[in-house]
């Protein structure tokens, strides 16, 4: 096969219905993924105003099984995961010797010897490949269960009431980051009380089999209080207003996590050693002395929206560059997410602009994130 061919894109156990419905699709990550059903800017607003539904099987879910299971994990992965008790979640990263960043990580842990590990579509493999290889000398086993599940999502402040109406699981017992197994509308299904939106929402781990019965369920428990459909554009400007930040953007492997103003996931009273321990140490003490860029808000005084890789500047020099830009529909005015230098980082720093094609544009310093869901 010649380098020049191209590579058939994967497809979701959804896919047909996804074309059905009308999505525009779009190559995510080697997947094919629907990036909006009709309006963008409505089905963000679904979501925080009443509920959307998201196809996620794209996401990439390896388990870890074994008697050193923690022991194995709290060595690849730079948090405390043997503290997580059986049922709920912990956000964590996974990062190389230096302390750069692979990719940013939700670990379940499902049982006292059993793990999910759930990585972004574009680092599934790379994920993988680490822990089988930091799994040597451990007993555990580490398995590719990325063809094992879809993952369906359905966010939003009526997202309880609908997934109620489908289980007899405990949901007013189940916390924000756990998870526990149920039956939902006849199919069985990990239920997590996650998401990636900044509202009240789930995601259901299921078999590809059970995805599209589960889909039409919610779809119809979904109806009357107007559930819809939500792809993937709408997915980003929903974390983007929840100041969320997304791998390729926020996160790379030239930041560890102490430059993402993210190190408090970095776990060092946990006990042995863990990759990157030693370089992570001397980023938080290089942090500790010289601030590093410092990720921020920034509100559009005009229309013009920023994307990523444009410059932020003041009085006349370059200060940092925006990893994230769209127009908010909450907001009702251009957003993004930047790196900026310390000195510029305080909500309210006057003068500060965004360069968007030679033209400085003027934008508002905030703190993140710029949307808050009223508990």
């Known amino acids: 096969?010649?380098?020049?061919?191209?590579?058939?894109?994967?497809?979701?156990?959804?896919?047909?219905?996804?074309?059905?419905?009308?999505?525009?699709?779009?190559?995510?990550?080697?997947?094919?993924?629907?990036?909006r059903y009709g309006s963008e800017r409505d089905e963000h607003l679904a979501v925080r105003t009443r509920a959307g539904l998201f196809d996620l099987s794209h996401m990439?879910?390896?388990?870890?099984?074994?008697?050193?299971?923690?022991?194995?994990?709290?060595?690849?992965?730079?948090?405390?995961?043997?503290?997580?008790?059986?049922?709920?979640?912990?956000?964590?990263?996974?990062?190389?010797?230096?302390?750069?960043?692979?990719?940013?990580?939700?670990?379940y842990r499902l049982t006292e010897t059993e793990y999910m590990v759930v990585a972004n579509a574009s680092n599934a493999q790379v994920v993988l490949d680490a822990l089988v290889e930091r799994a040597e000398g451990f007993d555990a086993e580490v398995r590719d269960d990325r063809d094992a599940y879809a993952l369906i999502a359905v966010q939003g402040p009526e997202s309880p009431g609908i997934l109620k109406s489908l289980t007899d699981a405990d949901l007013d017992g189940l916390k924000y980051y756990a998870g526990l197994p149920g039956t939902v509308a006849?199919?069985?299904?990990?239920?997590?009380?996650?998401?990636?939106?900044?509202?009240?929402?789930?995601?259901?781990?299921?078999?590809?089999?059970?995805?599209?019965?589960?889909?039409?369920?919610?779809?119809?428990?979904?109806?009357?209080?107007?559930?819809?459909p939500c792809g993937l554009s709408c997915r980003d400007t929903l974390r983007l207003e929840a100041g969320m930040p997304l791998y390729g953007h926020e996160l790379s492997t030239s930041l560890t996590p102490f430059d993402a103003g993210l190190g408090r996931v970095v776990k060092?009273?946990?006990?042995?050693?863990?990759?990157?321990?030693?370089?992570?140490?001397?980023?938080?003490a290089r942090a500790e002395a010289e601030p590093p860029r410092v990720l921020v808000g920034l509100i559009a005084e005009g229309r013009r929206v920023p994307r990523?890789?444009?410059?932020?500047?003041?009085?006349?020099?370059?200060?940092?560059?925006?990893?994230?830009?769209?127009?908010?529909?909450?907001?009702?005015?251009?957003?993004?997410?930047?790196?900026v230098d310390a000195a510029h980082s305080a909500?309210?720093?006057?003068?500060?602009?965004?360069?968007?094609?030679?033209?400085?544009?003027?934008?508002?310093?905030?703190?993140l994130p710029f949307y808050k869901r009223q508990k």
């Open 1 to 35: 096969m010649s380098s020049n061919t191209p590579v058939e894109p994967r497809r979701t156990a959804l896919d047909a219905l996804h074309r059905s419905l009308g999505a525009t699709m779009t190559d995510f990550a080697g997947w094919d993924m629907p990036l």
């Open 60 to 107: 990439g879910e390896i388990t870890v099984t074994g008697p050193q299971a923690a022991a194995l994990l709290d060595f690849a992965l730079v948090g405390n995961i043997g503290s997580v008790k059986a049922g709920r979640a912990r956000y964590t990263m996974i990062c190389r010797e230096d302390g750069g960043i692979l990719d940013d990580l939700i670990v």
């Open 186 to 228: 006849g199919v069985p299904a990990l239920i997590a009380r996650t998401g990636y939106t900044g509202e009240d929402g789930f995601e259901l781990f299921v078999a590809p089999a059970d995805a599209e019965k589960l889909w039409q369920a919610l779809t119809e428990a979904g109806a009357p209080v107007g559930l819809v």
């Open 268 to 284: 060092f009273e946990k006990e042995g050693d863990f990759v990157g321990r030693e370089a992570l140490t001397e980023a938080a």
């Open 308 to 339: 990523a890789g444009y410059p932020v500047v003041a009085e006349g020099k370059v200060i940092g560059e925006v990893t994230s830009g769209a127009p908010s529909p909450t907001l009702g005015k251009p957003i993004a997410m930047a790196y």
């Open 347 to 367: 909500p309210g720093t006057a003068g500060v602009g965004v360069d968007i094609r030679g033209s400085h544009e003027p934008y508002e310093v905030v703190a």
